[in-house]
């Protein structure tokens, strides 16, 4: 019976066996795709579970009492984790986020953020290590978070008002106690903390000016982020998406507002500062402004699954090469060669049809 669980879970998605080349095949020094770009970030998916079932993420409907998460024995291990992240930054990666699924329902994570604190970039630079958490056990862990290595934390908010945002992560979750989890998270010296507002019309676009003068001066970053058609479970349709443009018009209208250059080349989030030094603002505007032309993360799901792009329909199964007799140099081959053959731009090609397409979830694979 659990046999049977195991597989049905495991193969909901499409998995693809990696081609391992022979080592001539492959060119040396870090792998660059077919359009031009390197490999820096990895965003890691520590479990499919959560706590919350946001509306536009975890429908209820479809994520349902019985529905058949990854049973434990698929899970990559935190070793399994560390060797991936070791050849990953081989191949340039300098940045890792740890994601879910909610990644701080995963037991003993901070364990994981204290074997990747002690690994080193090609350069011999620390790690940039994050976490993306709906900050719900954020006040109980921001200090072990911490104390394991970890350097900023993004807590994702959608709204200020306590009855809209019980109603959009539909298990009736306090927004007191996510801002207490931030309180904790910038004592325990996680700063700067990034908080993340998903904006979809009509449900929580009246929220962007209080959310907005929630942490106007809080030295916190709030960042509005268009609503994007991942999965195929929160039935996306562009009128939902309201664009980045109108957020900074109407946060101008009461803030006045002024454009920031971008910290480094490539940032997805474009800044904002209020004009009265109250600090600043971002906005990523995935549909309306897509960056695919400087997108360098590749994203491994919980069971070991490489995706290189948020919005493909399958994955290459790095674990199968993990558990099998594959050294690193084999696994890092594989890899070399999925990325040198990447041409993924799915939101400059993004179309009607192809919202309808059949994609990961978000919540299995985190953002
Ligand atoms: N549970 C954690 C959290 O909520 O922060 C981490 C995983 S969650 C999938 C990562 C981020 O993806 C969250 O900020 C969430 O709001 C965002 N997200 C989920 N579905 C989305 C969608 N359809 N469009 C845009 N962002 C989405
Ligand atoms: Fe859970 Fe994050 Fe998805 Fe909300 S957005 S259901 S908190 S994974
Ligand atoms: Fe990167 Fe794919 Fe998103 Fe484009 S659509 S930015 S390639 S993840």
Redesign the pocket.
Known sequence: MTERIISIADERYQRLPPHVPAPHEIPAGPPTDRLGRRLHDLRISVTDR?NFR?T??MPKSVFGADYAFLPQSSLLSFEEIERLVRIFIEHGVEKIRL?????LLRRHVERLIEKLARLQTRQGQPLDITL???GSLLARKARALRDAGLQRVTV?L?AIDDAVFRQMNDVDFPVADVLEGIAAAAAAGLAPIKV?M?VKRGVNDAQIVPTARHFRGSGHILRF?E??D?GAS?G?QMDDVLPSAEVIARIHAAFPLRSLEANYQGEVAERWAYQDGQGEIGVISSVTRPFCAGCTRARLSTEGRLYTCLFADRGHDLRALLRSDHDDAQIARAIAHLWLGRDDRYSEIRSAQTAALRKIE??YI??
């Open positions: 959560c946001c536009y993420c994601t879910g699924g909610e990644p993306t958490t709906n994702s959608d993340n998903v982020i609503f994007m991942v929160n996306w978000m919540s985190g953002g």
